[in-house]
């Protein structure tokens, strides 16, 4: 059986309500009733936001970091979804609070896509669809800042290709206010925040100039986060930085540095993540890569900058169309 995000906080309420009443079992009705009263502030666009913070980042305006590691597959119209590497990284930033209430949130992130039987990173990789070896393009975004308030951001204005839909996809986004307002779970002192974003966006990579990198002149891409940390913490107000495990799931078009041009099909991500609270918590081996190969993303970023580029434009500005 099935439950909305308001019946799970409803049968919590009365869990904690009823509890209360067996001292063994509870430490006190004052302290059921707290927790009780509290949980309706996920309900709050003010209270939602801050809970998201402190689950995704910290309030206080510190830095952390977050790390990724999973896998890619190509779904294509004739095959069962196919394995094509692995993938793992990082993010490094903070969020600063703003008298008006919203937080900047500043972000840089790299990543590697991985070879699926030894785990090593790719430099080259033989695509199984058309034998052309590829020149592997890690994921390398200098500049990932953006706005987080009571209010559902305009992601438009994020990037730099307009004239096509991005949003969030959130139960309120067909609301002229706009309130901020995530989906939850919550079962105990688990509790789960989900959010994702879509878009539908013109492509950098013109179809007729870049015939083996461009997917088409649409880019169709969705991204689907999960946050799961302590109740408790997050409610806490003596707590900005609540411990938080995840996950993070990706559709979209085929790389560019995989020379499918405009094959039918696309990309499906899964991964795991972990709020660390910076590079010393990393992976031996991932952090040794990075070090040698990447070092400026060992350093938190420290300028807020706007709009922020896409993996194709970042592509776009360090390659040429392949013949």
């Not at 049968?11 to 006190?28: F, Q």
């Not at 302290?31 to 913070?53: C, F, N």
């Not at 020379?259 to 660390?276: D, E, N, V």
């Given at each position: 059986?099935?439950?909305?995000?308001?019946?799970?906080?409803?049968?919590?309420?009365?869990?904690?309500?009823?509890?209360?009443?067996?001292?063994a079992?509870?430490?006190?009705?004052?302290?059921a009733?707290?927790?009780?009263?509290?949980?309706?502030?996920?309900?709050?666009?003010?209270?939602?936001?801050?809970?998201?913070?402190?689950?995704?980042?910290?309030?206080?305006?510190?830095?952390?970091?977050?790390?990724?590691?999973?896998?890619?597959?190509?779904?294509?119209?004739?095959?069962?979804p196919t394995?094509l590497?692995?993938?793992?990284?990082f993010?490094?930033?903070?969020?600063?609070?703003?008298?008006?209430?919203?937080?900047?949130?500043?972000?840089?992130?790299v990543?590697?896509?991985?070879?699926?039987?030894?785990?090593?990173?790719?430099?080259?990789?033989?695509?199984?669809?058309?034998?052309?070896?590829?020149?592997?393009?890690?994921?390398?975004?200098?500049?990932?800042?953006?706005?987080?308030?009571?209010?559902?951001?305009?992601?438009?204005?994020?990037?730099?290709?307009?004239?096509g839909?991005?949003?969030d996809?959130?139960?309120?986004q067909?609301?002229?206010l706009?309130?901020?307002?995530?989906?939850?779970?919550?079962?105990?002192?688990?509790?789960?925040?989900?959010?994702?974003?879509?878009?539908?966006?013109?492509?950098?990579?013109?179809?007729?100039?870049?015939?083996?990198?461009?997917?088409?002149?649409?880019?169709?891409?969705?991204?689907?986060?999960?946050?799961?940390?302590?109740?408790?913490?997050?409610?806490?107000?003596?707590?900005?930085?609540?411990?938080?495990?995840?996950?993070?799931?990706?559709?979209?078009?085929?790389?560019?540095?995989?020379?499918?041009?405009?094959?039918?099909?696309?990309?499906?991500?899964?991964?795991?993540?972990?709020?660390?609270?910076?590079?010393?918590a990393?992976?031996?081996?991932?952090?040794?890569?990075?070090?040698?190969?990447?070092?400026?993303?060992?350093q938190?970023?420290?300028?807020?900058?706007?709009?922020?580029?896409?993996s194709?434009?970042?592509?776009?500005?360090?390659?040429?169309?392949?013949?």
């Amino acid at each position: 059986m099935f439950f909305n995000r308001f019946e799970q906080m409803d049968a919590t309420r009365r869990a904690l309500l009823l509890g209360a009443g067996v001292a063994a079992l509870m430490p006190s009705i004052a302290e059921a009733a707290r927790v009780s009263e509290d949980v309706g502030k996920l309900d709050t666009p003010s209270g939602m936001l801050e809970s998201y913070i402190k689950l995704s980042g910290d309030t206080s305006g510190k830095n952390y970091g977050g790390w990724y590691s999973g896998h890619a597959f190509a779904w294509t119209p004739d095959k069962m979804p196919t394995p094509l590497f692995g993938f793992s990284g990082f993010g490094l930033g903070s969020d600063h609070r703003q008298p008006d209430g919203t937080f900047h949130h500043m972000w840089k992130e790299v990543g590697f896509y991985t070879d699926l039987k030894t785990g090593e990173v790719l430099e080259t990789w033989v695509n199984p669809f058309n034998g052309i070896t590829c020149e592997v393009m890690p994921i390398h975004n200098r500049s990932v800042n953006l706005t987080f308030a009571s209010k559902l951001p305009d992601l438009s204005r994020l990037t730099k290709m307009g004239g096509g839909v991005l949003d969030d996809n959130f139960p309120h986004q067909d609301d002229p206010l706009r309130p901020y307002g995530l989906p939850y779970s919550l079962i105990g002192d688990q509790l789960s925040l989900f959010a994702d974003s879509a878009g539908l966006v013109p492509n950098p990579l013109d179809p007729a100039v870049w015939k083996r990198e461009s997917s088409g002149k649409m880019l169709n891409v969705g991204e689907f986060f999960m946050l799961t940390g302590s109740l408790r913490q997050v409610l806490d107000p003596k707590v900005t930085n609540a411990a938080a495990t995840g996950s993070w799931t990706r559709l979209g078009p085929f790389l560019p540095w995989m020379m499918m041009g405009q094959s039918p099909g696309h990309l499906f991500y899964r991964s795991a993540t972990k709020k660390i609270t910076g590079p010393e918590a990393l992976p031996p081996p991932l952090l040794a890569y990075v070090r040698g190969k990447y070092p400026e993303f060992l350093q938190f970023p420290n300028d807020w900058k706007v709009p922020m580029e896409s993996s194709w434009e970042v592509y776009k500005a360090h390659h040429t169309p392949r013949a």
